[in-house]
């Protein structure tokens, strides 16, 4: 009885009862967040030569990318003030964090914002379905998202007064600026003064990978998984023990929950694979859509360029519309209706099309045939560029296809069969549709 005693309130004090998974004991040094290695202020030291600590490692005219990024590149500070937004800007810090340290641990509160001037981070999410008696404590979870520079993090936590939900450890040497919740004005979401909308809110949850732990979706398995290996017993149910403190047979269902568990996660897999694929297919649609573009020579403030690509645009499918709108919400991960530089760099290199500065450039100054110097794609060119390109492979493949023999030549009768051939398909119409 004493050692059950004991046994109970050890288990009371070290599991959640809920969720039947290990509390995080912060007095631990294990589970402790890193300290920066180095930070710096963004306020000017020296008002005569109006000189700050960040000058040490930040150029004029890198800190002058980073401010803009941070006034029209962070959704979050957007919408501020001028005042509001330079006052956040004076009680910011540059902070620095060296390879593998855990800036953020999943179930811990959340007081910072950070946005990564240089380096890089990864996500990472701990799930139900990790044995608490087995698991190592330092396992971070598994690698869901992956941030460069210009991306920012912590901001789930600040919305919603909950404890964090994923864990973000520093991959390389990582300097970020820094903002605590007391100094966001309260107009700001991140206060958590002010509600967000559902679809920041989704947003937010995709980027911290909360379906991977989500009760609610996957409450049967979640059970099944966290309680599997202590059906006879555990100090987590220290009641007493079928089979073993009673003479009732235990059935055996191993079989039945190792099936289910199997089931779930390949579909889980296999969605997750699926989806992968397909934003692939979307993203090397539109690197092949640059690559076109990039060979074009607009002439610049000709009309009459913009007006082609108007009435291209105008012949795009339903389907090709949505498909395109979804597209460009992939690569405008700012969210601020603006493909920038480093926004299409990363489309580029996820699909494996590494390309300079000028190149990225070249690609987006030609977005736009009525102005020369464009530095970034709104949604409108983006569209013509897309209806464009796709249109011109479009009959470059029609035409290689019915040319078999490379001659460079397709007569009047095989593109009169093949599009008579398609047109049969939906119409009853049998014209000859070259002679019309």
């Given at each position: 009885?004493?050692?059950?005693?004991?046994?109970?309130?050890t288990?009371?004090?070290?599991?959640?009862?809920?969720?039947?998974?290990?509390?995080?004991?912060?007095?631990?040094?294990?589970?402790?967040?890193?300290?920066?290695?180095?930070?710096?202020?963004?306020?000017?030291?020296?008002?005569?030569?109006?000189?700050?600590?960040?000058?040490?490692?930040?150029?004029?005219?890198?800190?002058?990318?980073?401010?803009?990024?941070?006034?029209t590149?962070?959704?979050?500070?957007k919408?501020?003030?001028?005042?509001?937004?330079?006052?956040?800007?004076?009680?910011?810090?540059?902070?620095?964090?060296?390879?593998?340290?855990?800036?953020?641990?999943?179930?811990?509160?959340?007081?910072?914002?950070?946005?990564?001037?240089?380096?890089?981070?990864?996500?990472?999410?701990?799930?139900?379905?990790?044995?608490?008696?087995t698991?190592?404590?330092?396992?971070?979870?598994?690698?869901?998202?992956?941030?460069?520079?210009?991306?920012?993090?912590?901001?789930?936590?600040?919305?919603?007064?909950?404890?964090?939900?994923?864990?973000?450890?520093?991959?390389?040497?990582?300097?970020?600026?820094?903002?605590?919740?007391?100094?966001?004005?309260?107009?700001?979401?991140?206060?958590?003064?002010?509600?967000?909308?559902?679809?920041?809110?989704?947003?937010?949850?995709?980027k911290?990978?909360?379906?991977?732990?989500?009760i609610?979706?996957?409450?049967?398995?979640?059970?099944?998984?966290?309680?599997?290996?202590?059906?006879?017993g555990?100090?987590?149910?220290?009641?007493?023990?079928?089979?073993?403190?009673?003479?009732?047979?235990?059935?055996?269902?191993?079989?039945?929950?190792?099936?289910?568990?199997?089931d779930?996660?390949?579909?889980?897999?296999?969605?997750?694979?699926i989806?992968?694929?397909?934003?692939?297919?979307?993203?090397?649609?539109?690197?092949?859509?640059?690559?076109?573009?990039?060979?074009?020579?607009?002439?610049?403030?000709?009309?009459?360029e913009?007006?082609?690509r108007?009435?291209?645009?105008?012949?795009?499918?339903?389907?090709?519309?949505?498909?395109?709108?979804?597209?460009?919400?992939?690569?405008?991960?700012?969210?601020?209706?603006?493909?920038?530089?480093?926004?299409?760099?990363?489309?580029?290199?996820?699909?494996?099309?590494?390309?300079?500065?000028?190149?990225?450039?070249?690609?987006?100054?030609?977005?736009?045939?009525?102005?020369?110097?464009?530095?970034?794609?709104?949604?409108?060119?983006?569209?013509?560029?897309?209806?464009?390109?796709?249109f011109?492979?479009?009959?470059?493949?029609?035409?290689?296809?019915?040319?078999?023999n490379?001659?460079?030549?397709?007569?009047?009768?095989?593109?009169?069969?093949?599009?008579?051939?398609?047109?049969?398909?939906?119409?009853?119409?049998?014209m000859?549709?070259?002679d019309?």
């Amino acid at each position: 009885p004493m050692l059950k005693r004991k046994l109970t309130d050890t288990i009371n004090a070290k599991v959640d009862p809920v969720s039947l998974t290990l509390k995080l004991d912060c007095a631990d040094e294990r589970n402790k967040e890193a300290e920066p290695c180095r930070t710096r202020t963004l306020t000017v030291l020296d008002e005569a030569n109006a000189t700050n600590e960040i000058d040490e490692v930040i150029s004029d005219q890198r800190k002058e990318e980073n401010l803009r990024y941070l006034r029209t590149g962070v959704p979050y500070f957007k919408d501020f003030e001028d005042d509001d937004f330079y006052d956040l800007m004076d009680k910011a810090k540059l902070v620095t964090f060296e390879q593998g340290d855990v800036i953020m641990r999943q179930g811990m509160e959340g007081t910072m914002f950070y946005v990564i001037e240089t380096g890089e981070v990864e996500i990472t999410v701990r799930t139900a379905f990790e044995d608490p008696l087995t698991t190592p404590s330092d396992y971070l979870g598994a690698v869901i998202n992956i941030l460069g520079p210009h991306n920012y993090f912590g901001e789930r936590a600040l919305i919603t007064h909950e404890p964090r939900a994923a864990s973000v450890r520093a991959t390389q040497k990582t300097r970020c600026f820094a903002f605590e919740v007391n100094d966001i004005p309260s107009s700001s979401v991140l206060s958590g003064k002010k509600e967000a909308t559902m679809e920041r809110m989704q947003e937010i949850n995709n980027k911290y990978g909360t379906d991977v732990y989500d009760i609610d979706l996957i409450e049967s398995q979640f059970k099944s998984a966290n309680t599997a290996n202590q059906q006879r017993g555990s100090v987590n149910s220290p009641g007493a023990i079928v089979g073993v403190d009673t003479d009732d047979i235990i059935p055996d269902q191993s079989s039945s929950t190792t099936m289910e568990l199997d089931d779930v996660s390949g579909a889980q897999a296999n969605e997750r694979v699926i989806s992968l694929l397909v934003r692939f297919k979307q993203i090397r649609r539109a690197a092949r859509c640059f690559e076109y573009i990039m060979k074009t020579k607009p002439k610049f403030g000709d009309v009459g360029e913009a007006r082609r690509r108007a009435l291209l645009v105008s012949k795009l499918t339903k389907y090709q519309r949505s498909e395109f709108t979804d597209l460009f919400k992939l690569i405008d991960q700012s969210k601020d209706g603006f493909i920038s530089l480093l926004e299409l760099r990363r489309a580029m290199e996820s699909v494996g099309q590494n390309r300079s500065d000028d190149e990225l450039l070249e690609m987006i100054n030609n977005s736009n045939p009525e102005v020369d110097g464009n530095t970034e794609i709104n949604f409108s060119e983006f569209m013509g560029m897309m209806a464009e390109a796709e249109f011109y492979y479009l009959f470059i493949e029609t035409f290689e296809a019915l040319d078999s023999n490379k001659s460079g030549f397709v007569s009047a009768g095989a593109l009169n069969s093949v599009l008579c051939g398609v047109r049969d398909l939906v119409s009853d119409d049998r014209m000859s549709i070259i002679d019309t």
